[in-house]
């Protein structure tokens, strides 16, 4: 008879053998046997606070590093919490496993407690969704886990394992990692999408999506560069591009700035490499016209399956975005000189539609950008949640290019501090930021207590303007003067950082930002600003008495 492991040992065998050094979650009896398994291993598992902010964290360790972010919770409410996070790396494109504890076979379909049927539930959120109830198929499941969740377009997997396929033992153990996969184009598409670009006298590449590489982004400036092609990045997507540039000429996304409306209107061929054509890089799908595009479009795309799906396509090509423009890297477009008067038209209305005017109240942020601007380090990873204070970090700062973006693309409130966890265990000696709103921190402020316990405290920024102000701006616009349930009564920021063992000051005038900032910056427990914002301003261009005219 063969060496026999029991279930829970072969899920860790599983993430040692795939490289894995970090896991997030929160305990579960359901899973107590993996709990277990990783007591002899090496792998640093990060206690959270609630499944949710587990499930952020694994999702921005997939984007910041490439490999599969590993989810641990329990049953039921552990899996809802984590469905949050699930959608985030989902619509993010970015590689997840989530594991599951689940109720043992012999109690299924009795509505035992906790009880969830995760096909059904998960299934709309994630690449695929299954639970293993053979322990002899556990090693082959989790291997296949983690292809998939690499594969074509990255996104999250998940595994529900029963308690007793936990225990149970088995021969079978083989845990050896599958070889990644990713869709490569031929040199005949390569050929197409150079002759398309060729053709043109305005084109724009736009970029987004998940598995970029270090080496895509150095490739991608170099190829715009070397063909004098303009790029504007998707939404949220702003560190595939150096910001300073002068081929990077826009972030095309939710309030999106004037000059890259027309950047991308005005284009006669629009190379989408990675992106979706989503909502929100399309202005709602008002900037290309949806039957009879003036624009020709190329698309390249991981999944063959998002190809042509929004847009009639000139040129489809099935390939991963860092691959693709690797290969793209050496070519030479001609006619550069025709497209010269083009892209520098492009960066110029760039340049003159950046910045905010001087901000009223006390507090000037647009004072305070320009400051991180000129003083956080080139390396710097800025995170966010969802609210118009990501507005902040979003349109008002320029990421070089070695800083890191960590943002939701499904808007997400609560994302942002999470995922500078997750930032700051990836790379603990970086400067990380977290630029959160009053309503957004409170989604998921208890991860405080998570990256003080595990060492990994990032600096928050905490825009208070004492209302939920994403929506208050749509009530304003549609409902003027008609306020429900927007305002907010917060608690005291800086009392609770504290109490977490952090760094931690209020910050009302403009004057105090850069000094504060400094002592934030040199805390060896990380640190919390809390910035108190006009509560009439709703983003830095208008105030309530816009909206409501």
Known sequence: MGATRT?????????????????????????????????????????????????????????????????????GPGATNASVGIHAARENSQPVVVLIGQVSTHEMGREAFQEVDYRRFLGPLTKWVTQVDDVDDLAETMQYAFKIAVSGRPGPVAVALPEDMLRASTEVTNVAPFEVERATPTSTEIDAIVAELAGAERPV?????????????????????????????????????????????????????????????DADVIVGLGIRFGEMTTAAWTL?????????????????????????????????????????????VTGAAQRAEWRATRRA???????????????????????????????????????????????????????RLLAPQNGTMGYGLPAAIAAKAAHPDRTVICFAGDGDLQMTMQELGTARQAGLEPIVLVFDNAMYGT??????????????????????????????????????????????????????????LHLLM????????????????
């Open 7 to 75: 279930g829970g040992q072969i899920v860790v065998d599983t993430l040692v053998s795939h490289g894995v050094t970090h896991a997030f979650g929160v305990p579960g009896e359901s899973y107590l046997a993996v709990l277990d398994a990783l007591h002899d291993t090496d792998i640093n598992f990060v206690i959270c606070r609630q499944e949710g902010g587990a499930a952020y964290m694994a999702e921005a360790w997939g984007r910041l590093t490439g490999s599969p972010g590993i989810c641990l919770v329990t049953r």
């Open 205 to 265: 590449i736009i970029a987004g999506g998940g598995r970029w590489t270090l080496d895509a982004r150095a490739d991608l400036a170099a190829f715009a560069e070397t063909n004098d092609i303009p790029v504007v990045t998707a939404w949220r997507f702003h560190d595939l591009m150096d910001n300073h540039s002068d081929h990077y000429v826009g972030e095309a996304g939710i309030s999106m700035l004037a000059p890259v409306r027309d950047t991308i209107i």
């Open 288 to 332: 290309i016209d949806l039957n009879e595009p003036e624009q020709r479009i190329v698309h390249v795309h991981p999944e063959r399956t998002q190809i042509g799906r929004i847009y009639p396509t000139t040129v489809g090509v099935c390939g991963d975005p860092s691959v693709t423009i690797g290969l793209l890297r050496n070519r030479t």
């Open 349 to 403: 209305a760039f340049l003159d539609g950046f910045g905010a005017p001087p901000q009223p109240g006390d507090l000037d942020m647009a004072e305070g950008m320009r400051w991180l601007e000129a003083n956080l380090p080139d390396d710097v990873i800025i995170t966010n949640g969802a609210g118009n204070f990501s507005i902040w970090n979003g349109k008002l700062f320029r990421y070089g290019a070695d800083a």
């Open 471 to 528: 929506i208050r701006a749509h009530q304003e616009r549609n409902y003027p003067e008609r306020i429900s349930g927007t305002p907010i009564v917060n608690p005291d920021f800086v009392a609770i950082a504290e109490a977490y063992g952090m760094h931690a000051e209020r910050v009302e005038r403009t004057a105090q930002f850069g000094p504060a900032m400094e002592r934030a910056m040199a805390s060896p427990t990380g640190a919390l």
């Open 534 to 549: 006009p509560p009439d301003r709703l983003t830095p261009w208008a105030s309530v008495d816009d909206f409501r005219a």
